[in-house]
């Protein structure tokens, strides 16, 4: 028998007399609903949700894809998090990869793109690594940025950090530059950057 049904997020939680508990993905509990005091099997509700887990699990992938592109860790943690069993969303990952729908070297190209007007190649490996994306793919998708391209944009973000500073201050010098090191800039690049800016040589000591 269903003691307890509780609404958690993108899933419910549905707890049975024997203090067992399942994590049921919304989209499916709304087709396969039960209520507290209903006198449900639990195998018998867990395999009927596993036998239909795939389709419902597909169709959220889906969904999530074609709202924003994501890595492959992203989707699958996001399936996994709804209550989707590992099977089906292993098959779920198998498909969407083979059929190009998710690409962690696609999503990565484009992450570089679009980031690195902004910062510099440490920040986004950072980042492409919490977003789930390999250190080998994301670090083949930062070699499309140069040396130069990575220059110009520290510059850009210099000039706009330094915009308010007295850069004839060391101290304003020095912060300028560790400002530019938490964009992802090497502390070299930042330095130089710097330099550049006040028109004058400058050490770290």
Known sequence: MVTEVRKMGDHHRVVF???????????????????????????????????????????????ALAARDMTRAQVEKKLLSAGYPEEAVARVMDVLTRYDFVSDERFAGRFVSGRSA?????RILSEL???GVPEET????LEDLSDEDEKETAL???????ARRDLTDPDERRKAAAALVRR??????????????????WTED
């Open 17 to 63: 007399e024997d203090g067992t508990a399942l994590k049921v993905p919304e989209a499916m509990f709304y087709d396969f609903r039960v209520r507290a005091g209903d006198p449900v099997d639990r195998a018998h509700y867990e395999a009927q949700l596993n036998a239909h887990a795939y389709e419902y699990a597909l169709d959220r992938a889906g969904r």
């Open 118 to 122: 902004r910062y510099g190649r440490s």
């Open 129 to 131: 690594r919490m977003k």
């Open 138 to 141: 994301a670090r083949r998708a």
């Open 156 to 162: 850009k973000q210099g000039r706009k950090l330094c």
């Open 184 to 201: 992802g800039f090497s502390w070299e690049t930042a330095s130089e950057v710097v330099r550049e800016l006040s028109g004058e040589e």
